[in-house]
């Protein structure tokens, strides 16, 4: 209990004007949980292991070129301050100097364990084998009808997470962090990405993401707290490899289909015409 309010309920008290800006509102804590709460952001920044660069978020994607041409690592862009809050919070798991809560669960693996877990998958099939998977019948979207008319390009959707989603208005700063990863596909590893609710453990997310970059040569570019902004190479060369990609990805993320393109084949048209995935878990 900090300040009167849970660690849990303080963070979701700070994080109250997310949605809307994607950074920290303290103005509506007491002083005292203020205090707690700014003491507490400062233990988890310090527990997030990976070099920050912050940058408008209108330059984030020449940002990340640049990074990423420097051959330090893997930059991934991860949007506004609440967004990397989240993302460090993974590294707070079972930290009683972060969370006050003693813990007697075994330690984090390290990416490397997590790349190791990857490399027993095979995507998609092993995907089917995760405990938490949905089942087929859970899995009901429509193939639908084909769209005759398809509103995108190479640049759309973009780098959604340099943005707020609601307004669709570019924010104001966002973060880069640098991994120490040759590749996009092991992000997840390294961010310790997934495991809650419908979202998978990070294993399956690099197995995903390294089968993809294998085929489409897809690369993470972007992830948030429940978000992937993944950039491809090569689009689907047809309808059949494109309807193929499109139920691996429903199976792998139904809110793709269920919150988004609502049948397979709009998914489907959309993979053919853009250069750019958008995935996200609730």
């Not at 292991?49 to 990074?67: C, I, Q, S």
Request: glycine share 8%; hydrophobic share 40%; net charge negative.
């Amino acid at each position: 209990m900090i300040g009167g309010l849970t660690l849990s309920g303080l963070l979701g008290a700070a994080r109250s004007a997310e949605s809307e800006q994607a950074t920290r509102d303290l103005s509506h804590l007491r002083p005292d949980q203020r205090t707690a709460y700014e003491a507490m952001h400062k233990r988890m920044m310090a527990a997030l292991p990976y070099e920050r660069v912050t940058v408008p978020g209108k330059d984030a994607l020449a940002a990340w070129k640049r990074l990423r041409a420097s051959e330090r690592g893997w930059p991934v862009v991860i949007g506004g301050d609440a967004d990397l809050e989240r993302i460090a919070d993974q590294f707070t798991i079972d930290d009683p100097a972060v969370s006050g809560v003693p813990s007697n669960r075994a330690g984090p693996r390290s990416p490397a364990q997590i790349i190791a877990a990857a490399d027993a998958l095979r995507f998609p099939a092993d995907f089917r084998t995760w405990s938490a998977a949905n089942g087929g019948e859970d899995l009901r979207a429509p193939i639908g009808q084909w769209p005759t008319d398809v509103d995108a390009g190479p640049e759309a959707p973009g780098l959604a997470v340099a943005e707020n989603i609601a307004s669709g208005k570019v924010l104001d700063r966002v973060h880069i962090v640098m991994l120490p990863a040759r590749h996009g596909w092991e992000a997840p590893a390294y961010l310790r990405w997934g495991n809650w609710n419908a979202c998978p453990p990070p294993e399956y997310h690099v197995a995903a993401l390294r089968d993809w970059n294998r085929r489409y040569g897809a690369e993470l570019i972007g992830i948030n707290g429940d978000t992937m902004n993944i950039r491809v190479r090569t689009r689907p060369q047809d309808r059949a490899d494109a309807l193929r990609l499109a139920r691996e990805m429903y199976e792998y993320c139904p809110d793709a289909v269920e919150q988004g393109a609502e049948t397979l084949s709009n998914l489907a048209a959309g993979l053919m015409t853009t250069d750019w995935w958008f995935l996200w878990w609730d």
